[in-house]
């Protein structure tokens, strides 16, 4: 990937003690590739290769840094620039309602994060409404229904009967007549660019004439992410980017891209399906994760967020009084990795150099597995969870079934805590107690 690629830029560099044309060259070929790797579209690397060699070659190496540091530094600073150089925030000034217009194709995560934007403003104190136009998706609409009512955050009525500018119009009468401060519009989505859809959308702004129009786009969709922005970007004045599933993007080329592309800055991250999970985007922060320096700072932050303190204390507690070690206790324990972020966004963070060490597991495969066992887990009754010995080969049949697996993999989640369970209590005297609480703080 191409934080690992970089990192051997760093390495083949660091023996030398200047900063050579050559060695800027033999550097650069490598950034190229790894950038063309990293799902970076063509002309952004050009534009990206040709600026930095111009400014590693006028660089006079500082006496604290190696080349390979030097040649980083300089990718560093270009790479936040390419990002947009500092954080932009939304823009809500507006005759309230100020109005915000989702655009995007069919799971982009406009719905999901409409409703995550509704949660940061409501936090905000500001008076929220929901709307959806998407008349074309079956549940689309009851989709930001249920997320609002989890948020408890207004949404306006809409159905899937009616015509998308007629959603419009009335829920922004209803909005003006709510005093509403913000109506956050979620539209529909086809799976490709298609006329239809960009007519519609258009003309949802212009009737709409939103203060913010906002293109969401998938991380994960690499280059084809560059053609959606461009396409969205020529058909609709965008004031801002959200890119989404960040969690799952192993490379990171699409921030590097749509940026470029459309002229617009990514204003959040989506960074997990949940609520919660939309940050501020931070070109230097995400230069520095994409150059694998490590944003430790920021999942040390987020390990402070959401680990629940409590909890961590109770397990910890539970194993010091070497009581037994159920099933619900594994299922805490997994889903409080999973609250940091899980294991991708984990291994994300670490220094290159830490995270090299854990390589060998596929982050997603690792937060893959941990859902899966979340669900199985879920599928047993309570006194199976208590008393994990009594599941015998009727009981696991009706797991399986219910949490849509195999056999085998109740098996196998079955011997799991079992050696989990084991573990927990080997430690249970020594120092796995305080390990847990040491977690906590
Ligand atoms: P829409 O069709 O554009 O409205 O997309 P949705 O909001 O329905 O999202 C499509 C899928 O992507 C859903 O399963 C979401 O849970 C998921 N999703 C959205 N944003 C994120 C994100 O930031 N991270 C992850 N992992 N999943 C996301
Ligand atoms: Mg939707």
């Known amino acids: ?31 190229r590739m790894a950038l ?7 002309p952004v690397v050009k534009e990206f290769i040709a600026q930095v060699k111009q400014r590693a070659q006028g660089q006079e190496v500082l006496q604290s840094l190696t080349p390979g540091q030097a040649v980083i530094q300089v990718v560093h600073d270009e790479l936040t620039e390419l990002m947009g150089k500092a954080n932009v925030g939304l823009n809500l000034a507006a005759v309230a309602p100020a109005i915000i217009l989702m655009a995007g194709l069919q799971g982009s995560g406009k719905t999901t994060t409409s409703a995550k934007l509704a949660k940061l403003l409501k936090e905000q104190k500001k ?43 009335a829920a922004l009468d209803f909005a003006k007549r709510g005093y509403y401060d913000v109506i956050i519009f979620d539209t529909a989505g086809r799976l490709g660019i298609d006329e239809a859809m960009m007519a519609e959308i258009k003309a949802l702004h212009t009737l709409l004439n939103p203060i913010e129009t906002l293109f969401v786009v998938d991380a994960m969709q690499g280059q084809d992410a560059v053609n959606t922005a461009k396409a969205f970007g020529d058909t609709l004045p965008l004031t801002g980017v959200i890119l989404t599933k960040l969690d799952g993007d192993s490379r990171g080329g699409a921030a590097l891209s749509v940026r470029h592309i459309t002229g617009k800055p990514i204003k959040f991250v989506g960074v997990s399906e949940k ?13 520095s994760r994409i150059l694998g320096m490590g ?44 609250k940091m972020g899980g ?7 670490m220094p290159a150099q830490m995270a090299g060490m854990a390589n060998k597991m596929n982050p997603d495969d690792a937060d893959k597995a941990i859902r899966r066992i979340e669900g199985i887990i879920n599928s047993m009754t309570a006194l199976e969870r208590r008393k994990p010995e009594l599941i015998k080969a009727t009981r696991k049949k009706r797991i399986a079934d219910g949490s849509g697996v ?4 109740v098996n196998r989640l079955l011997k799991q805590f079992e050696e989990t369970q084991k573990m927990m209590k080997m430690f249970a005297k020594g120092g796995m ?9």
């Open 1 to 31: 990937n191409l934080t690992d690629r970089l990192q051997g830029v760093i390495k083949t560099l660091r023996g030398q003690a200047r900063l050579t044309e050559e060695n800027i060259s033999d550097a650069m070929r490598e950034v």
């Open 36 to 42: 063309l790797e990293a799902d970076v579209a063509l």
């Open 127 to 169: 008076k929220v409404l929901l709307a959806s136009a998407d008349v074309y998706r079956p549940a689309a609409i009851e989709q930001l229904k249920t997320l609002a009512k989890q948020l408890d955050v207004d949404c306006f009525d809409s159905n899937a009967t009616q015509k998308p500018l007629d959603i419009a119009a």
């Open 275 to 287: 609520v919660d999970g939309l940050e501020p985007f931070h070109p230097e922060r995400m230069a």
């Open 295 to 338: 944003d430790v700072l920021s999942l040390i932050e987020q390990a402070h967020k959401n680990v629940d303190m409590a909890e961590a204390q109770k397990l910890a507690d539970k194993v010091k009084s070497g009581k037994n070690f159920d099933l619900d206790d594994f299922k805490a324990q997994m889903s409080q990795m999973r």
């Open 343 to 349: 294991m991708g966004a984990l291994m994300d963070k």
């Open 406 to 409: 195999q056999v085998q993999e």
């Open 433 to 441: 107690a305080k390990m847990m609480r040491n977690m906590g703080n």
